[in-house]
């Protein structure tokens, strides 16, 4: 082989190779992330994601990153015990009531705890992050009408709740997050606790959800609505207890927009509770829409090289 056919299988070889970078590029993008005035923002090839806890109760806020249309939204709302009264370890706003007054989660006293990320190869393949929250909650009785039950008036406790949220370039599609909830006084040991929140809907770009899903599914331990989706486990962890958990969805208990989501807890005493659902879309979670993942592509990519080299080299030695 003389010089010059090096030089045009170098050269060749180059071609080949940048005509794979495209798909390095999108994986090597890894994850765009930052925080402004309460609010996080999140980016893979998949989901957009705001996470805010400003001003407002904590909102988680998404969309599909590569084809935006209507956007998803969370808002998490209330904590409350509630008396089980069929004993299903769900909660049915039909049939079960809320002890005492629910705690509403506050708009502004949440501390963000800055960014921990995972890198490799110089790009950001995970992110983590919390927003913290610790605040006196006077639970009341409301008055009742049957006097033969004493109101039982707890005393007033410190709860704290943490949200501790992670996105990783291996799911680009979802956004887990967990759930952390330490202090709360419980009122009676057969009860359950409920997380409420609401789940709507805007168009992209819209600060605020205001529309309900029009369709809104729940198969087994997930919820989909459009392109949207949450999953939620059905344990969660308390000490060295494992903890069961029930989601059902239904109508709000006051007069909340959207579709409220009731995550119930079995009783769990003083210990710290930890619960981790995922929020994504539906779109992703086929890989890029080619109906393969990036190493597939990366794979193909290389095997179209080596043919390529293959033949150029086979060309040259004629
Ligand atoms: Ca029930």
Redesign the pocket.
């Known amino acids: 082989m003389n010089n010059k056919q090096t030089q045009l299988i170098v050269a060749l070889a180059a071609v080949v190779l940048l005509a794979s970078v495209p798909y390095v590029a999108a994986q090597g993008s890894g994850i765009e992330y930052q925080y402004a005035t309460g609010m996080v923002s999140l980016t893979t090839e998949d989901i957009g994601v705001k996470v805010t806890a400003y001003n407002q109760v904590p909102h988680f806020h998404w969309w599909n990153a590569s084809s935006p249309g209507t956007d998803c939204h969370v808002m998490f709302l209330k904590l409350f015990e509630a008396n089980?009264?069929?004993?299903?370890?769900?909660?049915?706003p039909e049939?079960?009531s809320i002890v005492g007054v629910p705690y509403l989660l506050p708009a502004s006293i949440w501390v963000f705890s800055g960014f921990v990320t995972e890198e490799q190869d110089s790009v950001v393949v995970a992110v983590h992050f919390n927003f913290t929250t610790t605040e006196t909650f006077t639970p009341t009785v409301p008055i009742t009408t049957t006097p033969t039950i004493p109101a039982q008036v707890p005393d007033p406790f410190d709860v704290t709740l943490q949200i501790r949220v992670h996105i990783d370039v291996n799911d680009p599609h979802e956004m887990k997050f967990d759930i952390v909830i330490s202090g709360w006084s419980w009122t009676y040991e057969d009860s359950?606790l409920v997380f409420q929140f609401t789940v709507t809907e805007s168009a992209h770009g819209a600060d605020e959800g205001t529309d309900e899903p029009p369709e809104f599914v729940q198969d087994g331990n997930r919820f989909e609505f459009g392109e949207g989706y949450l999953e939620y486990a059905e344990q969660a962890q308390a000490g060295e207890s494992v903890v069961p958990v029930r989601g059902v969805t239904g109508e709000g208990t006051g007069d909340e927009a959207g579709k409220s989501v009731y995550l119930?807890f079995e009783y769990f005493g003083d210990e710290t509770l930890e619960y981790d659902p995922i929020i994504g879309i539906t779109t992703g979670e086929d890989g890029n829409g080619l109906g393969i993942d990036y190493n597939q592509l990366l794979l193909m990519a290389g095997g179209v090289s080596v043919i390529v080299l293959v033949i150029i080299v086979a060309k040259m030695k004629r």
């Open positions: 089980d009264t069929d004993d299903d370890g769900a909660f049915d049939t079960d359950i119930a």
